[in-house]
Structures are given as structure tokens and as C-alpha cells.
């Protein structure tokens, strides 16, 4: 028993200085796992292409998606791309974010991490890869971001193969704004509008419009909101999807509220203020005042990774 002291005294210093080790490497074991999950979609398993827009061809255009300013799409790193039209779906991937890096031989002499590109328009196919996935075209600066030289000194081809995965939009300095479509009309009661920087990584399941009761000028709404009853639900067609309309619209000022696909299920966003003024204009882009950060399940898989439509998950989350 007279040796038991002596045994603490010899364990406890080794015992304290485990724990110390321990409690040191914590945080980085725990930032290291943090980093891991940063992104919730793993890499797709189909083959697609991504190639430099060609010189002659101009700026990359909006037309598609309805950014006044394509370039405003892309804030925190991310660049501006356009899809072929089986991707692009008809607009459902108007504002979707993905990550694209070289695969194949080429994977080594392009950036390890790639690039993280925002899809603002498509492209006609053309020169599509047998078994594709899609092909994105991307800037001049887009491209140069994902590649880099040989040591020759030589460059790569115009066109290379990438795996992509589809990754959070990040909008720091931008709120979800809404753009009136031109075919809108307060005349006829007819109203159509695009969503613009969505934030996160979600899909816009479901919009609803409402009468906002204002008390100031600026249309911020008083405590006469609207019941949820006067509530008129927005749909949109086959072949824009990306637009929700309505030919019953309230009149006056206009709130909004929106489903969101967010974890495994759906997640209601609704402005506390009217974002729409009585005397909205058809062009004109709207601040919702609203922001989206989360990220669904539901957006990696099939339809991200191929651009083929597999199914609506809008069904269950009305």
C-alpha cells in the first residue's frame, strides 16, 4: 500500500499530460470534420464537359434566366455559367451553384479544387459527349479559375472533362429578389415573376401572393395583415418552370411567401412587408428581404446530376 502513493505521483503527470494533448487536438480534429461536410452532395458519378466561351461569341447573355446583369449573379468566388438545354431543364436550373473540377488526364493540370460557377443561361448542344451529363460554358476568367498551365508553358484545351457536384449559392451583400416578367399586367390581373439570387442550396416548391395592408409609404404592413385565407396560390408551366404566374391577383400592394425544400422535407419563407407596390412595373426587380441559407437533401442526386427530370419533389411539400 505504501507504493500506492508513489504510483499516483507517476501516473497523474502522464495522465494530465494525455488530456492536455487531447483537449489541444480537439478543435482541429472537430474544424477538420466541419470542413468534411462543408458540402452536402458528393461528386457526380455521370461524365460532363465544361468549355471556354468562344471569342467571337460575345458576353454571356441573361436572356434565359432574367439577371439584368449576369456578372450580379456571382459574388464569393463563384463565377457565372451557361448549361446545355437538357441541364438547364427549361430554367429549373436558373441560380443553381455547382462545383466543377477536371477529371481524367487532365486532372492535373487544373486548380485541385476547380471552380464554383452559378448558372445564369443556357446554350444550344452542341458537341455534347456521348453519355454526357450536360456541358457547361464558362467565362474566360470561369475557365482560367479551373485550369492552369503545363509546365511548357502550353495551355489546355478549350474543352475538357469534368465531374461537378452542386454546392450552396452564397449571397453576402443580396437578398431573394423577384423579377416582373414583361408579360405582367395589373390591367388584366396577370402577374409573373422569376426569382432571383436564392441563396443556399434549395428548390422553390410552392409561392403564394396576398394583399399587404400598409401603414407607411414604403409599404412596410401593420398588424391588419392579411389572414391566411386571402392567400392566392402561384403556378407555373411545364415549359418555364422557372416562372410562377397567377391570372387572380389581388389587388394593390402584394406580399409574398414561398416554400422552400430545406433538409429532408420543406421549409415556409414569408416577407413581413409588402414587396411589391401597387404600382409594380413589368421589368422591374423586387427586394423580398428575404435569405436563404439552407440546404436539401433533395438537390443532390438524379436531377443535379444529370439535368434530366426525374420527378417533382414539389408535390409532397405542399
Known amino acids: 500500500m505504501a507504493a500506492a502513493p508513489q504510483l499516483l505521483a507517476i501516473l497523474l503527470p502522464a495522465l494530465a499530460a494525455m488530456i492536455l494533448v487531447l483537449l489541444a487536438t480537439a478543435p482541429a480534429a472537430r474544424a477538420h470534420g466541419s470542413s468534411a461536410s462543408a458540402y452536402r452532395c458528393g461528386w457526380c458519378p455521370r ?8 471569342s ?15 456578372a450580379a449573379a456571382a459574388e464569393g ?51 455534347r459527349t456521348a453519355g454526357g451529363s450536360g456541358q457547361f460554358v464558362l467565362t474566360k476568367d470561369a475557365f482560367a479559375a479551373m485550369t492552369t498551365a ?13 465531374e461537378l457536384r452542386r454546392i450552396p449559392c452564397v449571397y453576402k451583400s443580396k437578398n431573394l429578389a423577384v423579377k416582373v416578367e ?44 392579411p389572414s391566411p385565407t386571402s392567400w392566392q396560390y402561384m403556378t407555373r408551366r411545364e415549359v418555364s418552370p422557372s416562372v410562377w404566374r397567377t391570372s387572380r391577383l389581388p389587388a394593390g400592394p402584394l406580399r409574398l ?9 420543406g421549409k415556409w419563407l414569408r416577407a413581413d412587408r409588402a414587396v411589391l407596390p401597387a404600382e409594380w412595373q413589368p ?10 441559407t439552407d440546404v436539401a437533401a433533395n438537390t443532390c442526386g438524379g436531377v443535379s446530376c444529370s439535368g434530366m427530370d426525374e420527378g417533382d419533389h414539389d408535390k409532397q411539400l405542399r
Open 56 to 70: 467571337d461569341a460575345g458576353v454571356l447573355t441573361d436572356a434565359a434566366c432574367g439577371y439584368g446583369d449576369p
Open 182 to 225: 414583361e408579360t405582367s399586367s395589373r390591367e388584366r390581373g396577370h402577374l409573373a415573376l422569376r426569382f432571383l439570387y436564392q441563396g443556399g442550396q434549395t428548390d422553390i416548391a410552392a409561392v403564394e401572393v396576398a394583399q399587404a395592408v400598409n401603414d407607411t409609404a414604403s409599404g412596410t404592413s401593420n398588424e391588419a395583415a
Open 150 to 162: 503545363h509546365d511548357d508553358g502550353g495551355q489546355l484545351a478549350s474543352s475538357v472533362d469534368v
Open 283 to 292: 421589368g422591374a426587380v423586387y427586394d423580398t428581404g428575404l435569405r436563404v
Open 257 to 265: 411567401r414561398l416554400v422552400v425544400t430545406a433538409g429532408s422535407g
Open 47 to 54: 461524365r460532363s464537359t465544361a468549355s471556354v466561351l468562344p
Open 77 to 127: 468566388g463563384f463565377h457565372i455559367a451557361a448549361v446545355s438545354t437538357g441541364f438547364f431543364r427549361g430554367g429549373r436550373a436558373c441560380g443553381a451553384c455547382y462545383q466543377l473540377r477536371c477529371r481524367g488526364r487532365t486532372r492535373s493540370a487544373c486548380a485541385k479544387d476547380g471552380v464554383k460557377v452559378v448558372v445564369v443561361s443556357d446554350v444550344a448542344e452542341a458537341n
